[in-house]
């Protein structure tokens, strides 16, 4: 099966140009001037659109357990909706309950996602409990193709690790060359401003935020960044918040460090009057990081373009406002923490190109191009070249669409940005040759999307 995406303009991370793509199969067989090939079993006209390497969100969390209940995209209906937002391959988080394996752990994440995506995905192994065992087993993780290991200075009791637990870790990450990916907040210190805000009857999702100030993620982050100081580790921060711990990211990258930073659309667009909205709306935001105050926002396009901010993902982790943000009514700290994002991602970013705050190339760099060398998968993915997975997007800047829990396909009641009208939107959509998105239709199914063994980064100073 051959399909010929033509009269486009194909945009990678080093620029944009007019081109067609020939696929062949599941993979890129040519990139060429415009006519140069005529036939195809399936020809898809570009004219008037971008023709990009597929989105890869390297931070979500599908039926992620928290707190009693589980985040409401399951594999199939999470994939789906990247899809259907331009974004073919996900990273996802397995997560480690404290007594548990890592192998056990992945083999269960496995199960849960074997069979259901609708586009790749690979996994992110999150280490909670950190002994002798699991540390060796970071290695098994390594072989299986996770070689990312997510931990925590937040949630004391959860998923917390300690100074010498994180030292620990990072150790094995630099002898086997693999990333230790940091939640930085201080969760002791944020611990007792929550528990302050309790005792004194402040119980509104706002406090969420006020509780979880920009300092104690500036501090966790600079904490982090010396901690892979001295063990010599390669250190990912995700879902980066704040100015202050921006600051330090950028500090350390000047030094020639392996830091590097995810910051996500919900902290570019969203803030803590969102957090601050009457009747438990606000319970919709309660994600953590929390969304900070506007000011924010310009020093993270910043950040996008001086790539002291390298990547963007959504950390999605949806809990429907009905039934599950309910939990918090009247305390706070019982709303789960998530938020909405994995379909609107590519949109989202596209907004900041509409409004000058980012170029063509930059948006597919931090949206695919960069993810995919960070998590090795360059070459295969992030990249419209011959060699290349087709996992292909061609997207029409000129669409215009509003955003609304309506219309969207996540499995969740609400929309972050309910209401807003945006310009650009996703027109077709391939999955390793395979149309999945096209003519406002989802043709692909659950099981197409494969595992994706991934090799160690390519992103390394
Ligand atoms: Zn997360």
């Known amino acids: 099966m051959r399909t010929l995406i033509r009269n486009g303009t194909v945009v990678n991370a080093g620029g944009a140009l007019a081109a067609d793509v020939l696929v062949d199969g599941e993979t890129i067989a040519a990139v060429t001037a415009p006519g140069v090939f005529t036939e195809a079993d399936r020809i898809i006209e570009a004219d008037g659109k971008y023709v990009l390497p597929g989105g890869i969100d390297a931070h979500t969390h599908m039926e992620m357990p928290f707190g009693g209940t589980f985040s409401a995209d ?175 990211v950028a500090q350390a990258r000047d030094t020639g460090q392996n830091v590097f930073a995810e910051t996500c659309p919900q902290y570019l667009y969203l803030s803590i009057e969102d957090l601050a909205k009457p009747d438990f709306e606000g319970a919709k935001y309660v994600a953590s990081p929390p969304l900070r105050t506007k000011d924010h926002q310009a020093d993270l396009w910043r950040g996008l373009r001086t790539n002291d901010l390298s990547v963007v993902s959504t950390d999605h982790c949806p809990f429907c406002f009905k039934d599950q943000k309910q939990l918090g009514r009247g305390d706070f700290s019982k709303i789960p923490n998530g938020m909405p994002g994995v379909e609107h991602r590519m949109d989202l970013l596209h907004q900041g190109v509409v409004a000058g705050e980012l170029t063509l190339a930059r948006w597919v760099e931090v949206a695919s191009a960069t993810p995919a060398r960070m998590f090795g998968l360059y070459g295969r993915k992030g990249v419209i070249a011959p060699g290349a997975d087709a996992d292909v997007v061609v997207y029409d800047p000129a669409l215009r669409q509003t955003l609304s829990a309506d219309t969207h396909h996540m499995n969740v009641d609400y929309s972050a940005y309910e209401g807003l009208s945006i310009t650009g939107g996703v027109s077709t959509v391939l999955s390793r040759g395979s149309v999945v998105i096209a003519d406002g239709q989802f043709h692909g199914k659950a099981g197409h999307g494969k595992f994706l063994a991934r090799d160690l980064s390519q992103y390394l100073v």
């Not at 990273?91 to 074997?114: C, P, R, Y």
Request: charged share 20%.
């Open 74 to 248: 399951t594999f199939e209906t999470g994939t789906t909706a990247a899809a259907w937002g331009g974004t073919t391959t996900i990273i996802d988080f397995a997560v480690q309950a404290k007594g548990t394996s890592l192998l056990s752990t992945l083999d269960k994440w496995h199960e849960k996602a074997d069979g259901n995506c609708a586009v790749d995905y690979g996994f992110h192994m999150i280490v909670s409990d950190v002994n002798d065992q699991s540390l060796k087993e970071m290695e098994s993780c390594i072989a299986a193709g996770v070689n990312s290991f997510k931990m925590f200075m937040a949630y004391p009791g959860v998923f917390y690790a300690t100074d010498g637990e994180i030292l620990r870790a990072m150790n094995k990450a630099t002898e086997t060359g693999s990333m230790i990916m940091m939640h930085a907040e201080n969760g002791i210190a944020i611990d007792e401003l929550v528990a302050q805000a309790i005792a004194s009857g402040r119980t509104d999702p706002v406090e969420h935020g006020l509780t979880r100030p920009p300092e104690l993620e500036g501090e966790a982050t600079s904490r982090a960044i010396q901690l892979a100081k001295v063990t010599g580790a390669p250190l990912y921060i995700v879902h980066l918040s704040a100015r202050q711990a921006l600051e330090a």
